[in-house]
């Protein structure tokens, strides 16, 4: 198992940039691929980034494509969101997610992931 605790959110104006960090333990770091999904009250979570167990592959979702990078640090067993030129549609709880897989390099998913974060709000408003 895995233990995630995200931290980095925040409030910030519309245009501001933030770098949330999901610090993990329990586990062995590179047997696992992460992701970043984010939840608003009264909707489904919804799926923002992931990255394969190498860091090689990446994906996001096309509300954040250019303008949000995940990327994973296997010396600090931690993985980051950096999100630039945030709106307020950006606002919402971000949760760090992580699953040992299988047979596929990254997953898109909520039901694909075993192991969540107690999520940290991003608040984007002028």
């Known amino acids: 198992q895995v233990l995630l605790v995200e931290s980095g959110g925040g409030s910030v104006q519309p245009g501001d940039s933030l770098t949330l960090t999901c610090a993990a333990s329990?586990?062995?770091?590179?047997?696992?691929?992460y992701a970043w999904f984010r939840q608003t009250p009264g909707k489904e979570r919804e799926f923002v980034a992931a990255?394969?167990?190498?860091?090689?592959?990446?994906d996001y979702a096309n509300s954040v494509t250019g303008r949000s990078t995940i990327s994973r640090d296997s010396g600090k067993n931690m993985v980051f969101l950096r999100m630039d030129r945030l709106q307020a549609a950006d606002t919402a709880i971000y949760y760090c997610?992580?699953?040992?897989?299988?047979?596929?390099?990254?997953?898109?998913?909520?039901?694909?992931?075993?192991?969540w974060g107690q999520g940290t709000q991003v608040t984007v408003s002028s």
């Open positions: 997610a992580a699953d040992q897989g299988g047979g596929y390099t990254f997953s898109s998913l909520v039901g694909d992931y075993d192991y």
């Open positions: 329990g586990g062995t770091f590179t047997s696992y691929i």
């Open positions: 990255i394969s167990k190498s860091g090689r592959n990446t």
